[in-house]
């Protein structure tokens, strides 16, 4: 009942109401407690929504067709949404659905929630959420969603001789229809995606593969059927950015289609998609099948099958099956478990007879007790060298990985302030399987990771490392590291503000050796919000190198600045810059929300060149101009 302290500062669509208050509704339409849609807002109305998988990851990328209306009063703010049963799919004839909401408290950092309020759960868990009842009788009409749009690009390209002016314009359509209430259908024809949100810029200095992730629409509908194991982001079978990106440049996808929901107990997923051909990928079908049979309450047993190399006329497949048994109420405690296991294979025609055969197979298994006071894993899994989906990410092939992680976190009460304590414990080893031995560890601990009641956090880690080079390692262009073996230590301090406040900093500092020299890499990021139209971000990572082979500097700067008129109407801009390309580049994007489901995009990109001077003397690179607009009809 205080209404002056209510934290509203942001309003723009599909916002991460983290330094807000707001509040959370989770609807598990199947009931199947491992799977849901999650809606949000804030005392401003922003609309957000996301999709909940496999109990507990939130992919944020998702959009619905719904609204919400709020409204401030003299006793704080209320919240009314209306969810329309077209915009979800369900059993029919389900009586119940799976339910949950909570409301967060920003300025005491509180959390009230519906069901299950204990520390031992996350609000996402979905095996934990309450039940509602009364659906027995709801249909979504006819179940037919027609989505024509048209879009339309200038580009203007420098970075030959002479400006080259190009526009391209095309119509489209993406249409969606439930055969069934819990079975949908998604098509799209001569898709666009130049509304999409330019990929965060990173610099590599490692020997390995970064990992982009997916935010294109179509291939985020009911993605989660699809998801494999759970080996985060260093081993997909499938990664749905392999389809219509290539050399980091775009491929048009000329036809695609999608099968996703429920068979009874049987989680379904078919994705079909054409893309044309371009001077760096050839015109290809590409296929991926997904089945997940739920066990119990918390479990699954599936099987995953891809068709197609996007890069290569070549025949390419992978397949393989995984299993998750999981449960919240681990020996009566109320704890959470679960186990994890899969198996895949690839099977790629080779370029020629003198390439190898065999050794294409993953495995691996996983254990994770993720609580409150006690937060334990480990993993152990093999990819073999030949190990390679076409259709999917691999990070490290050739590689064998073990790692165990164990985090003790008590409250204790009256010490400094303090709401929690993490006394944590991170190793992490790989093989090199070709070659027989280790090729890296690393151990990292934090005698000092403490949360305060204010919100404040402060970290100081001991983080000893081993590396060892199979061929030299151009970590930076001119710096080249040859074979061997380095042992390292590196130490992180880290200070981070309160995000309830209006500014909000955070600073962190890795310094130490730096495999035969050292190496002091500084990240800070400043964010203010000027509640509750504008929010500005800055985030700049900088690494200083000194080795014996040379010295670099490694350094990625991005800023963000959103006006948000209303919560249908955002300007989103970015601004970053990255000594990788040498690069500095400008995206900004206006999405007009004219009523949900009818969207208006303009998007300009703008790049300039660094000279090879450096400094601040830049040239203009390219300059390219999208629009797109949409309507939605339904049936």
Request: charged share 25%; proline share 5%; no cysteine.
């Amino acid at each position: 009942l205080d209404p002056s302290g209510i934290r509203a500062t942001r309003m723009g669509r599909d916002s991460d109401f983290v330094d807000d208050d707001h509040v959370d509704i989770i609807l598990d339409t199947f009931h199947d407690r491992r799977n849901a849609y999650y809606f949000s807002t804030s005392p401003n109305g922003a609309l957000a929504d996301a999709l909940v998988i496999e109990n507990g990851t939130l992919n944020r990328d998702w959009d619905a067709i719904w609204l919400v209306r709020t409204r401030r009063n003299r006793d704080g703010w209320s919240a009314e949404f209306a969810i329309p049963f077209k915009s979800l799919t369900f059993q029919t004839g389900g009586a119940s659905w799976g339910f949950n909401f909570s409301r967060t408290i920003k300025r005491k950092i509180e959390e009230d929630r519906w069901a299950s309020p204990r520390l031992d759960v996350n609000f996402l868990q979905v095996s934990e959420a309450g039940e509602i009842s009364g659906f027995s009788e709801i249909t979504q009409g006819r179940g037919l969603e027609l989505r024509p749009f048209a879009g339309g690009r200038w580009i203007r390209d420098e970075a030959g001789a002479f400006s080259n002016n190009t526009f391209v314009g095309k119509p489209g359509i993406d249409a969606a229809y439930n055969i069934t209430p819990s079975l949908k259908w998604n098509a799209t024809v001569n898709t666009d995606f130049g509304e999409t949100e330019v990929d965060t810029r990173q610099v590599n200095l490692t020997r390995f593969p970064l990992f982009f992730p997916e935010k294109r629409q179509f291939f985020l509908e009911n993605s989660g059927v699809f998801n494999f194991a759970n080996n985060g982001n260093e081993l997909l079978p499938f990664f749905s950015r392999r389809i219509g990106l290539a050399a980091g440049q775009e491929v048009p996808i000329r036809f695609g289609a999608k099968l996703t929901g429920k068979i009874g107990g049987l989680d379904v997923g078919l994705l079909d998609a054409r893309t044309g051909e371009t001077g760096f990928a050839p015109a290809r079908n590409l296929l991926v099948a997904r089945v997940k049979q739920t066990l119990f309450r918390q479990s699954y047993i599936g099987a995953l099958f891809t068709d197609g190399d996007p890069s290569s006329k070549r025949s390419a497949r992978a397949f393989g099956g995984d299993v998750r048994l999981g449960t919240s109420g681990f020996l009566g405690t109320g704890q959470n478990i679960s186990l994890t296991a899969f198996a895949l294979k690839s099977a790629n025609e080779r370029a020629s007879a003198k390439s190898p055969s065999g050794d294409d197979k993953s495995l691996g298994v996983g254990v994770s007790f993720p609580n409150d006071e006690w937060d334990i894993n480990a993993d152990w899994r093999r990819v073999e060298r030949n190990f390679r989906p076409a259709q999917g990410f691999v990070q490290r092939p050739d590689s064998q990985l073990l790692r165990f992680n164990l985090s003790f976190n008590p409250r204790p009460k009256n010490f400094l302030a303090v709401r929690q304590m993490f006394h944590e414990f991170f190793f992490t080893h790989y093989r090199r399987l070709s070659a027989g031995g280790t090729e890296n560890w690393k151990l990292q601990t934090a005698p000092i990771n403490w949360r305060f009641e204010t919100g404040d956090h402060v970290e100081f880690n001991w983080q000893p490392t081993f590396e060892r080079l199979f061929e030299t390692f151009e970590i930076a262009p001119g710096v080249k590291l040859p074979p061997g073996d380095y042992k390292f230590t590196r130490w992180r301090a880290e200070a981070f503000s309160a995000s309830k406040r209006a500014l909000e900093a955070r600073l962190t500092w890795w310094f130490g050796n730096y495999y035969s020299g050292t190496a002091n890499e500084v990240r800070v990021v400043l964010n203010y919000k000027f509640q509750p139209h504008l929010q500005v971000s800055l985030d700049a990572n900088q690494t200083f190198a000194r080795l014996p082979q040379g010295n670099f500097v490694a350094r990625v700067i991005g800023l963000r600045v959103n006006y948000s008129f209303t919560p249908f109407i955002t300007v989103f801009n970015l601004i970053q810059y990255d000594t990788a390309s040498h690069n500095l580049g400008w995206q900004s994007r206006l999405r007009w929300i004219t009523r949900p489901g009818n969207d208006i995009f303009l998007v300009l990109n703008q790049g300039w060149q660094q000279d090879e001077h450096g400094g601040l003397h830049f040239s203009p690179a390219d300059t390219k101009l999208a629009a797109k607009a949409q309507y939605t009809l339904r049936f």
